[in-house]
């Protein structure tokens, strides 16, 4: 989970432009932020925003982990591994709630 943890913060680097260039889209040009639009509301796009979803989540729910683990409680091996279990289904889970919430509402 520690190499996940990494990876996932990587990754947002590079969401984090993406959600910049709507922003930066929508203060330039209509033209522009219709385009971005076009893109994110496309299959390829959505599916980007659910791993950048994804990964933000995943990664807030790491941080918090080592959070924990920086009061040193939970460094034993059964609860280290129950602690990446339920940050995985965790983030899977709000994942699928947060697209869920999205589609109801929007």
């Given at each position: 989970m520690s190499v996940v943890h990494r990876a996932t913060g990587i990754?947002?680097?590079?969401?984090?432009?993406?959600?910049a260039l709507w922003l930066i889209?929508?203060?330039?040009?209509?033209?522009?932020?219709?385009?971005?639009?076009?893109f994110f509301g496309?299959?390829?796009?959505?599916?980007?925003?659910?791993?950048?979803?994804?990964t933000l989540l995943h990664h807030m729910l790491g941080g918090i982990r080592h959070l924990i683990w920086d009061t040193i409680?939970?460094?034993?091996?059964?609860?280290?591994?129950?602690?990446a279990w339920a940050t995985l289904i965790g983030s899977v889970t709000l994942t699928l709630?947060?697209?869920?919430?999205?589609f109801v509402l929007g």
């Open positions: 990754v947002l680097y590079f969401g984090t432009l993406l959600v889209s929508a203060a330039t040009s209509e033209d522009l932020f219709n385009q971005v639009n076009w496309s299959w390829f796009g959505r599916l980007v925003l659910f791993g950048y979803t994804w409680t939970g460094l034993e091996k059964h609860t280290a591994t129950k602690m709630l947060v697209w869920v919430a999205a």
